[in-house]
């Protein structure tokens, strides 16, 4: 951001610190002369200087000015504003997509000869640009199960630069011990990079935990109503000037201005939205489960008792997740049976959706991986994975519960 915005908010309020959704709702804002109440859109590439000294100077700080809008805008200052107050970071830059920003975040300072070590459990294309990506450019990488601190540990070698990880992750819901994994990294002299798109900035805090950089694709729960593609890198302000943002200038992996826009607006109402659907969410699976021998296999929920890693979740998450994932009996003919059957939850790989949206992983979002790879990651013929919306909470659990009942039938 070439310009920092001038701070509408006090940086405390009588000592104590502002709350979430306060700076969800005023952070960054950087008001014109018109003084609107809502952030204005600035859809303008480039900027006009008073004279060729104003220029001159602009060009050489890269301060008190924009110059042109692939790598500033005065949207997207204020979208990476709000995002730094929720996450606690010094710098951030908005990004096309959630993928641009995890590419970026990665390459902007990864070289040949460097190493990599991830959680297996990732994304697809998380894992496409750990996996396949970056080896093309001389990035070596070791995948682990980012459960295991064991397997973190050994996997660490004199070149390994970068960590990277989700937690939750994708579709399993499996978590990694942020602050563990990250004293092993930076014992081994590795930044930590965390995708934390499942819980966001509403229930996990990585940078708080030691984490280095957080990105998000705020394609998900910060626009949270299905519209336009986003992401953000959140670091340090080392990291981001002198690591992202060279690359982030001259590559053009930005967020467009209409973009930030929304997502401005998607913030304000990012709170109500995660709480309510994380609710709904805790509702649904503990109905799913009360299934359990009637046609579910599974039920796997981050906020429940019987989640594998439920002390972990309890230590370094401040709530449970907007998505469910569980297992039916009877494989791949009893998921579809059960997704044909759904009245309400609309078939899509996508999530953080205000609609309630359920995907069939095996078939979809994993379809490329081999059968033993999706075995070891848990992805099963029968499982599903379900981002809950923020429709009425009772027709939910009717929708599911009779779709598991057509599923044996
Ligand atoms: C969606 C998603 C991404 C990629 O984001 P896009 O905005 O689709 O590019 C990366 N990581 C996780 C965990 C995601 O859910």
Redesign the pocket.
């Known amino acids: 951001m070439a310009q920092a915005p001038k701070l509408n908010l006090p940086a405390d309020l009588y000592g104590a610190p502002l709350g979430l959704e306060t700076n969800m709702v005023h952070g960054g804002i950087l008001r014109s002369q018109f003084a609107e109440t809502s952030e204005a859109l600035f859809l303008t590439q480039g900027y006009v200087y008073d004279s060729p000294e104003q220029a001159e100077e602009r060009f050489k700080s890269e301060s008190g000015g924009f110059i042109y809008s692939r790598y500033a805008n005065p949207t997207l200052a204020m979208f990476e504003e709000r995002m730094k107050l929720l996450e606690g970071a010094e710098g951030a830059r908005a990004t096309a997509?959630?993928?641009?920003?995890?590419m970026s975040s990665l390459m902007c300072f990864l070289k040949a000869g460097d190493h990599v070590v991830a959680a297996r459990a990732?994304?697809g294309?998380?894992l496409y640009v750990v996996q396949d990506l970056l080896p093309r450019y001389g990035v070596t990488s070791t995948l682990v199960d980012g459960r295991d601190l064991a397997q973190w540990k050994k996997a660490m070698q004199p070149n390994t630069r970068a960590v990277f990880f989700?937690s939750p992750?994708?579709p399993c819901l499996d978590l990694v011990d942020i602050k563990a994994v990250s004293e092993i990294a930076h014992d081994a002299g590795a930044l930590v990079v965390v995708?934390n798109?499942?819980a966001t900035p509403m229930y996990q805090s990585p940078l708080k935990l030691g984490a280095d950089v957080v990105?998000y694709?705020?394609?998900?729960h910060i626009d949270g109503q299905g519209r336009c593609?986003?992401?953000v890198v959140l670091s340090s302000e080392k990291y981001i000037k002198e690591q992202l943002h060279p690359f982030y200038k001259h590559t053009g992996v930005g967020m467009s201005p209409f973009n930030a826009w929304v997502m401005l607006k998607g913030l304000e109402t990012l709170g109500l939205r995660v709480r309510a659907q994380a609710q709904t969410a805790l509702q649904v699976a503990d109905a799913l489960a009360g299934l359990k021998n009637q046609g579910v296999q599974r039920v796997i929920f981050p906020g429940r008792a019987d989640h594998p890693q439920a002390e972990l979740a309890k230590r370094q998450m401040s709530g449970g997740s907007t998505l469910v994932a569980f297992e039916l009996a009877g494989g791949k003919t009893a998921a579809f049976k059960f997704l044909n059957a759904l009245k309400i939850i609309k078939l899509s790989n996508?999530?953080?959706d205000a609609k309630s949206l359920i995907t069939h992983p095996a078939t979809t979002t994993h379809q490329r991986l081999k059968p033993e790879e999706k075995a070891i990651l848990g992805i099963s013929d029968g499982l599903v994975r379900l981002s809950v919306g923020l429709e009425t909470p009772a027709d939910l659990i009717s929708d599911v519960s009779n779709a598991v009942r057509a599923a044996i039938s």
């Open positions: 997509s959630g993928m641009a920003a995890v990732l994304f294309s998380c989700e992750s994708n995708d798109v499942f990105v694709s705020t394609t998900k593609l986003g992401g996508n999530l953080g």
